[in-house]
């Protein structure tokens, strides 16, 4: 089992940047490739971008590329997703997901059903 949880949603102005982290605890941290998802109210989630086990490399959602980065710290057990010049249609809640395999592909890493664990999510409003 591995237990996920998110921190570091808030209220971010228009513009405006913020960190989102996902720690792990129990089984490997470095054993798993990690994803961000995000939901909207009465939307789908989206694939928002994914990492491989020792952050070499990287899966975005087309539309997000030069905004978002996720990063991860195998040492703290812990990944990351930096979000820079935030938009109102940025606003959802943000998830984490552990995946036993890592692809470069986007479309792959989308998929939520290859991800085998959950965190249960940060909130992040965009307004002003």
């Known amino acids: 089992q591995v237990q996920l949880v998110e921190s570091g949603g808030g209220l971010v102005q228009p513009g405006g940047s913020l960190r989102l982290s996902c720690a792990a605890s129990?089984?490997?941290?470095?054993?798993?490739?990690m994803g961000w998802f995000r939901q909207a109210p009465g939307k789908e989630r989206e694939f928002v971008a994914a990492?491989?086990?020792?952050?070499?490399?990287?899966a975005y959602a087309d539309s997000l590329k030069g905004r978002f980065t996720i990063s991860r710290d195998n040492a703290k057990s812990t990944v990351y997703l930096q979000m820079n010049s935030l938009k109102p249609e940025d606003t959802a809640g943000y998830y984490c997901?552990?995946?036993?395999?890592?692809?470069?592909?986007?479309?792959?890493?989308?998929?939520?059903?290859?991800?085998?664990?959950w965190g249960q999510g940060t909130q992040v409003t965009v307004s002003s």
């Open positions: 990492i491989s086990w020792r952050g070499g490399s990287t």
């Open positions: 997901a552990a995946a036993a395999r890592f692809s470069s592909s986007a479309q792959s890493m989308g998929n939520p059903r290859i991800y085998d664990y």
């Open positions: 129990g089984r490997t941290f470095s054993s798993y490739a």
